[in-house]
């Protein structure tokens, strides 16, 4: 509990802090790339599984406080014994606080596609798809020279759906379709020039 109190009060003195070096802020716009990396435990519907993902933003700040942009990046899942990969496409806005240390916080939307096979034989297939995505967080912004370094706390969320197909002598006897909701919460840290 100290803990998550001081995540909530360390932002503000962060904040107080820097708050002469927010004036020497320029007012232009500019282009700027992201590459990060996060870890989690999924909350998925039946099971929790260890994950891993990565990411790359290239985006605008139209605003010393607030930008946008496009990303691209692969989230790798273990779930019940078996390994999805996912590949999100998605949209950016981001918001930060100008200074040495400041915060950020953002919200991507986008389609995760399934970049795992179908898969099967002549009685049997196994059809994979993704889904919509959700991914929202916040945390810290830390200035190093001319780049930033970001620590945030996220939540993904994304649908999967698994699609089994029973066939015999070449027709299909039965089918039936699994949903499934990844919601996780993802410790990120992000490197923006």
Known sequence: MRFILFLLIAPSLA???????????????????????????????????QSLSAQAVVGWDFHPWVGAGVGLGIHDSFFNFEQFQYMPLFGQLRAKTPGKVGLVAFLNSGYAFSLRKDEGDEFFRREFDGGWLWH???????????SDLHLTLN???????????????????????????????????????
């Not at 927010?22 to 990060?36: E, P, V, W």
């Not at 929202?136 to 001319?146: L, M, P």
């Not at 994304?158 to 499934?180: A, C, D, H, M, P």
């Open 136 to 146: 929202f967080g916040g945390g810290f912004r830390f200035r190093i020279r001319e």
């Open 15 to 49: 904040m107080a802090q820097s708050a002469p070096d927010s004036l020497k802020q320029s007012a232009t716009s500019r282009l700027y790339i992201g590459l990060g990396i996060g870890t989690s435990i999924d909350k998925t519907t039946t099971d929790e599984a």
């Open 155 to 193: 939540h993904r969320s994304f649908e999967s759906s698994l699609k089994n197909v029973n066939i015999w002598q070449g027709e299909v006897t039965s089918e039936w379709e699994e949903r499934r909701r990844f919601n996780r919460i993802e410790i990120m840290l992000a490197l923006e020039i």
